[in-house]
Nanobody, 117 residues
Framework: QVQLVESGGGLVQAGGSLRLSCAAS????????MGWFRQAPGNQRELVAT???????KYGDSVKGRFSISKDNAKNTVYLQMNSLKPEDTALYYC???????????WGQGTQVTVSS
């Protein structure tokens, strides 16, 4: 089981930027597929972005062109750079990890992002 700890959330005005970080425990980080998800009150959990062990990235349609996922294997950390934030980006953001071909079985506790209009 991988332990994940998110940080970097906060309150920002619309049009602003935030960078979320997710630190992972263990020595297998470089082999994992990492993802960022978000959930707003009353909504289902939504995939924001993923990055494979090889660095291939994918994004949800609502964040394409505004958010960027990256990772630093030396620091066991995955990042989510969020630009041009909108009020509808307000949510609890979660980091998650899975092995290739598996399900997302490791989750962080979440970090709140609030975008004011």
């Amino acid at each position: 089981q991988v332990q994940l700890v998110e940080s970097g959330g906060g309150l920002v005005q619309a049009g602003g930027s935030l960078r979320l970080s997710c630190a992972a425990s263990g020595r297998t980080f470089s082999s994992l597929l990492m993802g960022w998800f978000r959930q707003a009150p009353g909504n289902q959990r939504e995939l924001v972005a993923t990055i494979s062990s090889g660095g291939t990235t994918k994004y949800g349609d609502s964040v394409k062109g505004r958010f960027s996922i990256s990772k630093d294997n030396a620091k066991n950390t995955v990042y989510l750079q969020m630009n041009s934030l909108k009020p509808e980006d307000t949510a609890l953001y979660y980091c998650a990890a899975r092995w290739p071909g598996g399900d997302f079985g490791s989750w962080g506790q979440g970090t709140q992002v609030t975008v004011s209009s």
